[in-house]
């Protein structure tokens, strides 16, 4: 079974571009999540969606938006970027369905680089 | 929020020691998990253990939920250990889809 997939697995961006961030969850898995990690914040959850509507969200700015679609792929956009928007975003997959055990995998992240 | 201390934040071991990770957290959860980050950033996951202990070969785990800890456990490390291992919690009450992360603790096994 295929784990999570994210893509491209790194980016270099100027600032005030904006990006876009794929993620393809675990077949079968209806909910994903993406977080932000920084040498200084640390692990930092951005958003969750389940079945293409955003369930819940983090303290990040509105230039951090998401999506899902019918097949449970994701994709995040940063637009306006910042330098401190350079960060490894790492999407996880989970069924979505509040059962008991339920585990959160994560992909490999996308390194984003602004300069 | 919910706040989460990881200890200690740094540990060197020589291969075949044991250890031990601690996670304080701030509040009664309904969801903890152990994920290990190995030096290439993919963040693997090893226990879903919001109370109770659980074994997984060298790997063990347990949360005292009524003392608001979790301890995990690594016995006879191996030099693939290293890495950084976070603990992530989700406040009773709220979804189980909004982990908040410990800062982590970076292992170190020396050959």
């Known amino acids: 079974k295929a784990g999570v997939t994210q893509t491209p697995r790194y980016l270099i961006k100027t600032r005030g571009q904006q990006v876009t961030l794929s993620c393809s969850p675990i077949?079968?898995?209806?909910?994903v999540s993406w977080y932000q990690q920084t040498p200084g914040q640390g692990l930092q959850f951005l958003f969750e969606y389940f079945s293409e509507t955003q369930r819940n969200k983090g303290n990040f700015p509105g230039r951090f938006s998401g999506r899902q679609f019918s097949n449970s792929r994701s994709e995040m956009n940063v637009s306006t970027l910042e330098l401190g928007d350079s960060a490894l975003y790492l999407c996880?997959?989970?069924w979505g369905t509040g059962s008991t055990n339920e585990k959160l995998f994560f992909g490999s992240g996308t390194q984003l680089s602004v300069l | 929020g919910i706040q989460v201390e990881q200890s200690p934040p740094d540990l060197i071991l020589q291969e075949g020691a044991n250890s031990t990770l601690r996670c304080n957290f701030s509040d009664s959860v309904n969801n903890l998990q152990w994920f290990h980050q190995n030096p290439w950033g993919q963040l693997i996951n090893l226990f879903y253990?919001?109370?109770g202990t659980k074994q997984n070969g060298r790997l063990s785990a347990t949360t005292v939920a009524t003392e608001r800890y979790s301890l995990l456990y690594i016995s006879s490390s191996q030099t693939t250990d290293s890495g950084v291992y976070f603990c992530?919690?989700?406040?009773?009450?709220?979804?189980?889809?909004?982990?908040?992360f410990g800062k982590g603790t970076l292992l170190t096994v020396n050959p």
């Open positions: 077949s079968g898995h209806r909910s």
């Open positions: 253990i919001p109370s």
């Open positions: 996880a997959s989970s």
């Open positions: 992530a919690v989700e406040r009773t009450g709220g979804s189980n889809y909004k982990l908040t």
